[in-house]
């Protein structure tokens, strides 16, 4: 596979989005857009708090102001989420910033994904186990106060590594998704602290991305992160919320470090659809944009004040789930 031809084409492909999303901005306020080409739509999402313009945009409405009849569904994980975008079962979902461009390039599964609304920005944690935690706090600085110093390096989590592989035990940490941003901040965390995270060698027919690996990073659900911890089989993950969140509630966990102290303002979610969709059905793909820009306004509304209403919808059980 010519690499950089694919790389070049997935840009373009970005481009294209990026294109639409301009074009639906011009449009918006356009009294001549016609009406949808599609009506009955469904939406894919994974249960996490960044999908909130969806079910904010399906809760008050905005959809329907659109003209548009949504229904929305949680996905069990990101690729058969994807999968779902790509045969037609969802017309767009929630989907991880890299997933349209890994899609276009053809890593994993080849399809023209693009994407005309970023969802959000920032969002993730790494959060380890208790019992990790508390080999790691004697070895990170301490301010005045004797609280640890932050943000918190890998560093002081490598001897803990270190032990664990003199006792005959690897140490494995949890990730979302090869393309999504958790693996990329994580694998940067772990390597700046002098701990080697793996090498990915498709090439070779080796796409665990544990070649070489002091930690072991696998794919895991998001909501299974917790859980999966508890019961000892990963030591620590990083997700998006709630479900760092959801260690502490536990009292089973302890987040050390945010993505946005490791790539400040990284980009998280967007909505992706497929470049079929938004050519077939354009006055559709403006019409659920200028929704999802709506739910988004709304959110940021005076200064949060919509807050406490965008937690009790998102906390059903039908969206995040979680308390």
Avoid at 230 to 236: D, L, M, S
Wanted: proline share 7%.
């Amino acid at each position: 596979m010519n690499w950089k031809k694919s790389i070049r084409s997935a840009l373009q492909n970005v481009s294209l989005g990026l294109a639409l999303a301009v074009l639906i901005t011009n449009l918006a306020q356009a009294e001549s857009l016609g009406e949808p080409e599609k009506e009955e739509l469904k939406f894919g999402f994974i249960k996490l708090t960044d999908m909130a313009p969806i079910a904010i945009a399906y809760e008050n409405g905005y959809f329907e102001d659109e003209g548009l009849y949504v229904t929305i569904e949680a996905q069990a994980n990101w690729k058969v989420l994807l999968n779902g975008v790509i045969d037609g079962s969802l017309d767009g979902a929630h989907m991880l910033a890299g997933q349209p461009i890994a899609a276009t390039m053809g890593y994993g599964t080849k399809a023209h994904i693009i994407t005309p609304f970023s969802m959000d920005l920032n969002g993730n944690a790494i959060t380890v186990s208790n019992d990790i935690w508390k080999r790691m706090k004697p070895n990170i600085p301490k301010m005045a106060d004797g609280r640890p110093l932050h943000p918190i390096k890998a560093d002081s989590l490598k001897p803990v590594i270190e032990q664990l592989k003199d006792d005959g035990k690897p140490f494995k940490m949890g990730m979302v998704f090869p393309v999504s941003t958790h693996n990329y901040e994580l694998r940067y965390w772990l390597a700046a602290g002098g701990i080697h995270p793996g090498y990915y060698a498709p090439h070779k027919g080796d796409s665990s991305g544990q070649i070489d690996a002091q930690a072991l990073l696998s794919v895991t659900p998001p909501p299974q992160m917790p859980s999966t911890m508890e019961a000892g089989t990963i030591h620590g993950y990083c997700v998006g919320e709630p479900w760092n969140q959801q260690a502490v509630f536990k009292n089973i966990g302890v987040p050390v470090v945010t993505d946005y102290e490791i790539w400040k303002n990284n980009p998280e979610k967007v909505f992706g659809i497929t470049a079929e969709f938004a050519e077939k059905y354009p006055n559709t793909t403006i019409r659920l944009t200028r929704a999802l820009i709506r739910a988004a306004k709304w959110l940021d509304d005076n200064n949060n004040a919509n807050r406490p209403a965008a937690v009790k919808i998102l906390s059903q059980s039908n969206y995040v789930g979680a308390d």
